[in-house]
């Protein structure tokens, strides 16, 4: 009699660890961040360097209006990926442009949720005063 009730008691915790368990967890959890602004005052001969290593994977969203070069690309020196603005010759004003960035990583859950990707978008806008 003992072992048929440890037995349905047992039975019993299974199934409602395995009620508790079927809630449905999405396998990506995306959580769009605000906005970041970076003002950045650049000389007419120099460029700017932003190191977006930390950033995942990073697109021009909305270029810049006034550029030589505005690019995504790799620091030889550094070897991290950079974006690098140069201002178009002879320019001197303000110009602006938007990185939209998407970062995901792998999230681990309690006993029942276990793991999934979460993934945090983002777009920075850098807003370049260009002088002298």
């Known amino acids: 009699m003992k072992q048929i009730v440890s037995l349905s008691l047992m039975l019993f915790g299974l199934l409602l660890i395995t009620q508790s368990c079927s809630k449905e967890i999405p396998d990506k959890m995306i959580q769009t961040l605000p906005i970041e602004t970076i003002n950045a005052t650049v000389s007419a001969d120099n460029g700017y360097k932003l190191n977006i290593a930390n950033l995942g994977e990073v697109k021009i969203n909305r270029q810049a209006l006034h550029f030589a070069v505005s690019q995504i690309g790799i620091d030889v020196k550094e070897g991290t990926p950079v974006y690098t603005y140069v201002p178009a010759a002879g320019f001197i004003g303000t110009d602006e442009v938007e ?7 792998r999230s681990t859950g309690g006993v029942c949720s276990g ?18």
């Open 115 to 132: 793991s999934h990707y979460d993934t945090y978008m983002t777009s920075t806008v850098i807003k370049f005063i260009v002088a002298k």
């Open 99 to 105: 990185l939209f960035s998407a970062k995901s990583f």
